[in-house]
């Protein structure tokens, strides 16, 4: 593979410690991104990102168009959400996300005629051309505005509202923007089919990034098992100044300290943000949505979601309106197989199960894994022997077993003196354990009842 | 973690898998368990037990016999009076059992070895609440206890007369032919064969430099293949980094708590050289002698007794090493390797906390709610 233009970073290309799953992108890389059919309903939550919740705009019973706003951003770190199909409101009502958050929905069902769908609906929202030049004609008000108005948040799962990064800071000036196409997850190929199959507006909406925020330099960091990805994006990126880095693959590189540390060489304070080292982090797929939102004034209404697993008849990777549930999602890629065990929002490291197929697609939500009984058979909980496998595959340099240990026997002194709130709970500990200690989900236990215990004290 | 069990809300599938919800992450690498590791273990201590098998043929079979069925049936024993499941199938007690033969001396006699077998398990390790809970190493708390209760059989006195030299000719023969008579391995520039003692390296030396009569030194090269007399394990060096590097390599061992005894012992050893140049005993013969190597790679490598941090790994090795050489050149025993290990095992807990590591980007502060 011939190396594509690699920009000079001061990075090593890696980070520390870490761990190797198995990679199990084969099973859906090949599938060409498809158009799910319009659904006859979806439902969307009026919160899909970090910050306040959205206000309905709409009445029950209103006609609305594909990308109307239907809920309104009353608050600075906040994003409006959009009509992902063309429809009829019905009343607002409880939904279930994945992460367990109950929330407000609006629900709208879906009229006969649609004005996108299939084909129409992909070159709509990957097709054309996408320009590389000319691109600072666009204010970056003008573009930090486009980005608040489509909705966008970072579509990497954590879900924080794009324009809040862009917009220029000048006590913290941000001289680079990293586009995070690592995908360190198993299974999921949701990004790596837009770098494939679109990386136009991959590069186009970096750029557009760099200008809102002033940053100079423009990286495109991809894991070195996506050859073929590290090659589309490097011909789209021929004639600019965006630079595609390398990165010797590794769980958890998609992490944006892990991410900045590999290709930057940066180490983002502790309980810092990228800008505090003069990066700004985005997505590919937030990325390719910027370019959408500012060139063509569209808002995020769709998302790449990879279908996938051992437990999935026809894994695939879907674009799919926001709101249509998971269901519908599992039955177009055919169905479960049997021996599915465990349906999963996003991928198998970090990723939630889910209770239902009710549950609606998010902004966030970057893949539906499907594990069978097999995939998840973990052997039974034994003593902790202190081998410290834990602490090698610790790459926030922590010492896991110490802090599970403080979890479970609600020793906050001792959780706080091993930094407890350091963890990004990445799930490297709970994976390497010789003796099968949910590690990182007692290490999250305790982080959620610690200052709780404390105030009542 | 319990698992919560839902089936499947769907009216377009009704005869759907019933899926689990469950905490992530959702795979594990199921290559590693605690027991693949103390198979690792008992493998690394292969090349040991081998070298053994060959220098005392049935006095060592018997000594592995006696320790590990003792640790077993001890394992079983205060497992059922816990009421709980004996934990057998994880292979620790085999480990502890065959650390514990092999730092015993080969004419110890099995009543001795039972005892320490059971103190071993029960005082060492099922009063703490079993595998993972002990604080000190369970094989040398048997052997400490051995050692003091019974000296005239196992302590420092047997390994010198236990090992009279026309005993040693009498029960072992072969140990001619294999070079390991004390006559053929001492170096003896002055005097001859008949002065002599039938003692372990570690203890001629000791003799010769409080000027007893016997004492003497010991080639280089019978401490490095093993043909001398001494506990079983204690023989040969090469067997010990042989099986040593293995563990590092598995990473079952880790590297620094080796590295940083052989390290203090090649400074002190190298300082204790060049103040006495001609004393005829270097670094190599320190770190080849006695039980320093098996001590280093097989008994203070323990997980369960050594910190979790690299560093404090780095500087529990580097203690344990000095603590060696301290006891071979002050204490009254020829080696010191089992209090050595005793001593580094009390301060493990205070290392964790001196050694915590420092999380990537500095401390993230905890937040108010």
């Known amino acids: 593979m011939a190396m594509a233009t690699t920009t000079p970073t001061s990075g090593k290309r890696t980070f520390r410690h870490g761990i190797h799953p198995p990679e199990r992108k084969g099973l859906a890389a090949d599938a060409v991104i498809e158009v799910l059919p319009t659904p006859a309903r979806v439902k969307i939550p009026l919160l899909q990102h970090i910050g306040a919740p959205c206000s309905a705009r709409t009445k029950p019973r209103q006609e609305v168009a594909l990308g109307e706003t239907i809920g ?177 693959t590794k769980y958890p590189q998609g992490g944006e300290k892990q991410t900045v540390q590999a290709a930057l060489g940066r180490t983002i304070p502790g309980g810092g943000l990228p800008l505090d080292v003069g990066v700004v982090v985005v997505n590919v797929g937030t990325a390719a949505s910027i370019a959408r939102a500012v060139l063509r004034g569209k808002p995020l209404t769709h998302r790449v979601v990879t279908v996938t697993g051992h437990g999935i008849v026809k894994p695939r990777n879907v674009l799919a309106p926001i709101g249509v549930t998971y269901g519908e999602l599992i039955d177009f890629a055919g169905g479960l197989k049997d021996g599915a065990a465990r349906i999963i929002a996003g991928g198998p490291m970090m990723g939630f199960t889910i209770g239902s197929r009710d549950y609606p697609v998010t902004k966030g939500t970057s893949g539906i894994t499907v594990l069978t009984e097999d995939d998840v058979a973990k052997a039974r909980e034994t003593h902790c022997v202190r081998c410290g496998r834990c602490v090698d595959a610790c790459p926030m340099n922590l010492v896991p077993s110490r802090l599970a240990l403080a979890s479970r026997n609600k020793q906050w002194d001792i959780a706080k003196r091993y930094h407890a709130f350091s963890c990004v709970e990445c799930g490297c500990c709970a994976y390497v354990c010789p003796a099968s200690i949910p590690l990182v989900q007692l290490i999250r236990l305790g982080k959620a009842q610690m200052p709780r215990e404390e105030k009542k004290a | 973690m319990a698992e919560n069990t839902n089936t499947p809300e769907s009216d377009t599938q009704a005869a759907a898998p019933q899926t689990h919800v469950a905490p992530g992450p959702h795979l594990s690498d199921r290559k590693l368990s605690t027991r693949r590791m103390m198979v690792d273990v008992i493998i690394g201590l292969l090349p040991v037990t081998v070298a053994a098998v060959i220098m005392f043929r049935r006095y060592a079979l018997l000594q592995l016999a006696v320790a590990i069925g003792g640790c077993l049936a001890a394992e079983a024993l205060f497992a059922c009076m816990r009421k709980r499941r004996p934990t057998l199938g994880d292979c620790s007690a085999i480990v502890t059992g065959m650390i514990l033969a092999l730092s015993l001396p080969w004419n110890t006699p099995v009543y001795v070895g039972l005892i320490a077998a059971f103190i071993a398990i029960g005082i060492g390790k099922m009063v703490f609440g079993g595998v993972g809970y002990n604080l000190f190493n369970p094989a040398m708390v048997g052997r400490a206890f051995v050692m003091l209760a019974f000296a005239g059989a196992v302590g420092a006195p047997a390994y010198v007369e236990a090992g009279d030299v026309g005993e040693l000719r009498d029960k072992m ?111 190599l013969d320190d770190l080849a002698g006695g039980a320093l190597l098996f001590g280093a790679f097989f008994i203070v490598t323990d997980p369960v007794t050594s910190p979790l941090t690299p560093k404090g790994k780095l500087i529990f090795g580097v203690l344990f090493g000095a603590l060696v050489m ?3 050149g002050y204490s009254n025993y020829p080696e010191g390797v089992m209090f050595a290990v005793l001593m580094v095992n009390a301060i493990a807990p205070l290392l964790n906390r001196w050694t915590v590591p420092k999380p990537l980007g500095g401390p993230a502060p905890i937040p108010v709610k």
């Open chain 2, 173 to 283: 023969p072969w140990l001619e032919s294999l070079g390991a008579m004390p006559a053929q391995y001492a170096e003896a520039p002055d005097g001859g064969a008949d002065t002599v003692s039938a003692a372990t390296p570690m203890t001629a030396k000791k003799m010769k430099d409080a000027g007893e009569e016997g004492g003497f030194l010991t080639k280089f090269k019978n401490l490095a293949v093993g043909n001398t007399i001494g506990s079983l394990g204690e023989v040969s060096a090469i067997a010990c980094l042989l099986g040593g590097l293995y563990l590092c390599l598995r990473r079952t061992a880790s590297w620094e708590i080796p590295a940083g005894a052989i390290g203090a012992v090649v400074i002190l050893g190298g300082i204790g050289n060049l103040m006495d140049p001609s004393s005829g005993w270097t670094v």
């Open chain 1, 72 to 248: 309104q951003a009353d608050a600075f770190v906040s994003a409006p959400v959009h009509a992902s199909i063309t429809g009829t409101t019905a009343m607002p009502s409880a939904v279930t996300i994945p992460n367990g958050r109950h929330m407000q929905a609006i629900p709208i069902k879906a009229a006969d005629a649609q004005e996108l769908a299939g084909k129409a609906l992909l070159k709509d929202i990957l097709g054309g051309d996408w320009p590389t030049s000319g691109l600072s004609q666009h204010s970056p008000e003008a573009i930090v505005e486009a980005v608040r108005a489509a909705g966008l948040v970072g579509l990497g799962g954590a879900g924080f509202p794009t324009h809040v990064k862009l917009r220029r800071n000048d006590d913290k000036p941000i001289d680079t923007v990293l586009v995070n196409g690592c995908e360190c997850e198993p299974y999921l190929t949701a990004d790596y089919r837009m770098m494939v199959e679109a990386p136009g507006p991959v590069v186009s909406g970096a750029m557009l990034a760099a200008h809102a925020c002033g940053a100079r330099n423009v990286v495109i960091a991809v894991e070195d098992n996506k050859p073929l990805a590290i090659d589309t994006l490097g011909k789209a990126a021929k004639g600019t100044d965006v630079g595609i880095v390398e990165l010797r």
């Open chain 2, 326 to 328: 301290l006891l071979r």
